[in-house]
């Protein structure tokens, strides 16, 4: 009797050693560069583990059906309520980065099927989920609190060397 007690001890500790590197493969990389993006804004280096933190583990809080556990968008759960772990949970995996982009205009064309027409583009996806949190728990919200402008940005927007030079006081142009 004691031998069996001692072997499902054994084993339960066994398991628990276990258990430790595989919850933590589970938090993802310490940080991710988020580049996909980045023709006017450099890439934006993302402290992934911080924000797994702030979150308190739950992926689902960002990495929303793609787990297929914990928080679901109420739209989507109409048919994925139960649905499985995606293969995939980078945003850039399911959210085109060229949305309105003639190779993926096509493919909705092609697809005549797809319900998903609607999707966001990538960078609404990033912006509706990092925004709405940011502005919830008052993390950074302005554009260049997390993106630096390149050179390409500031002649785009006027900015930098490009901006408008101030006329003197007193002068309408």
Request: include cysteine; charge should be neutral.
């Amino acid at each position: 009797m004691w031998q069996r007690k001692r072997l499902v001890t054994g084993m339960a500790a066994a398991l628990a050693l276990l258990a430790v590197p595989l919850a933590k493969a589970e938090t993802g990389p310490e940080t991710v560069e988020l580049d996909s993006l980045a023709k006017l804004y450099k890439p934006v280096s993302f402290n992934h583990s911080a924000h797994v933190e702030i979150a308190g583990g739950d992926c689902a809080t960002c990495h929303h059906h793609t787990l297929g556990t914990g928080k679901i968008e109420p739209t989507c759960a109409r048919c994925h309520a139960h649905s499985g772990a995606a293969s995939a949970v980078a945003c850039r995996d399911c959210h085109p980065a060229e949305r309105f982009g003639a190779k993926y205009l096509q493919e909705l064309a092609q697809d005549v099927n797809r319900y998903h027409r609607d999707k966001p583009g990538l960078k609404a996806a990033y912006h509706l989920r990092c925004l709405g949190c940011h502005r919830e728990s008052g993390g950074p919200t302005g554009c260049q609190d997390c993106h630096a402008m390149t050179q390409a940005g500031e002649a785009f927007y006027r900015a930098g060397q490009y901006a408008p030079v101030p006329h003197a006081e007193g002068t309408e142009h």
